[in-house]
């Protein structure tokens, strides 16, 4: 198995699309966008034997179009490993993905890096590999500005080495060909595959979510923006009482109440919620998703003649799942 991650709008999706060659997945040029977790599977070569691999693309955690916040994407991610953890089911590669053309690091990519930091644990960060694309879009005046851009990004100094590279991570360019998309992917097929920390963390040591180092990184970031948002609201109490006659003022104040109350919800769901309670709805996840594990024979790659011979089984309990579609 193969995850997906990145911030929104970083080209998962259509990194999947590619790979797949499954017109149904939506991108973030379409007017749909990941919003669950999804399942596809694509053969890859390598060497002389053809993989079947399953990848799960996610949905960014800073999406604001789709109205999840980061505490029910996290939920929802740790819901899918949890149940391949379950059914035995290793992670041999995370990708993250990010556009060669952003400026400089936004918070939301420095927080998603965090995350995915402690979803992994640091004894298994070599499996984590950065992938930058958009290469195919740099002006031939730019690609020297861009080949600055990457050695910076790089750079001892940078978030990507002191959370990753330094634990041996991997680094690949994309430039939106197959041919490129596929190699990377057989060199992520060498890694070993290995169980991620919040696996183990919540399924073996049965710890709730928002005990997690990964759960904490979020209620740390609610808990700032909470603070922002209280800080915002003082100074427009202020702007009231020195023109009360601007209703802006007021509205600016209610957006800001309502922003501060959803921020408290999401932060009081992630540090109440029991494991047990997280566990049973990962049960719920349901069949489709049971059945691509089975389609994978409990292992994160395999030959995609034996998944196949696998995948006969799977069609008569569950009433003829896409095998590209997996959830």
Not at 97 to 105: A, H, N, V
Not at 128 to 144: I, K, L, P
Request: proline content about 2%.
């Amino acid at each position: 198995m193969i995850i997906v991650m990145g911030v929104t709008g970083t080209g998962k999706s259509s990194f999947l699309k590619l790979l797949t060659g499954n017109e149904a997945i939506q991108t973030s040029d379409s007017e749909c966008c990941t919003t669950d977790v999804q399942g596809y599977q694509a053969d890859v070569p390598l060497n002389d034997t053809t993989y079947r691999v399953t990848f799960v693309d996610t949905p960014g955690f800073d999406d604001d179009r789709t109205g999840r916040d980061d505490a029910s994407i996290l939920k929802d991610v740790s819901r899918w490993l949890a149940r391949a953890y379950q059914n035995q089911i290793k992670v041999v590669g995370v990708i993250y993905l990010r556009r060669i053309t952003d400026e400089r690091p936004t918070g939301a990519m420095k927080r998603s890096l965090k995350i995915l930091h402690e979803m992994i644990g640091k004894d298994n960060l070599a499996i984590a590999h950065m992938v930058t694309n958009r290469w195919e879009q740099v002006a031939s005046g730019d690609q020297e500005k861009a080949d600055r851009r990457e050695q910076k990004l790089l750079s001892k100094d940078q978030n990507w080495y002191r959370l990753f590279s330094a634990y041996g991570a991997g680094y690949s360019r994309h430039d939106g060909t197959y041919a490129s998309a596929t190699y990377i992917i057989r060199k992520i097929l060498q890694n070993s595959p290995a169980y991620l920390q919040i696996q183990m963390q919540l399924v073996d040591k049965k710890m709730a979510l928002g005990d997690t180092p990964a759960g904490k990184v979020v209620i740390c970031d609610l808990e700032e923006e909470s603070r922002m948002v209280r800080n915002d609201i003082a100074v427009v109490e202020e702007e009231i009482i020195a023109e009360p006659e601007k209703s802006e003022h007021k509205e600016e104040e209610q957006k800001l109440r309502e922003r501060l109350e959803s921020l408290n919800t999401e932060k009081v769901e992630l540090e109440t919620e029991s494991n047990e309670s997280f566990m049973r709805s990962a049960k719920g996840i349901g069949c489709v998703f049971v059945c691509g594990i089975i389609i994978g024979v409990g292992v994160a790659v395999m030959p995609a003649s034996v998944a196949m011979n696998a995948a006969v089984v799977v069609v008569a309990i569950a009433r003829k799942p896409s095998i590209e579609r997996l959830c």
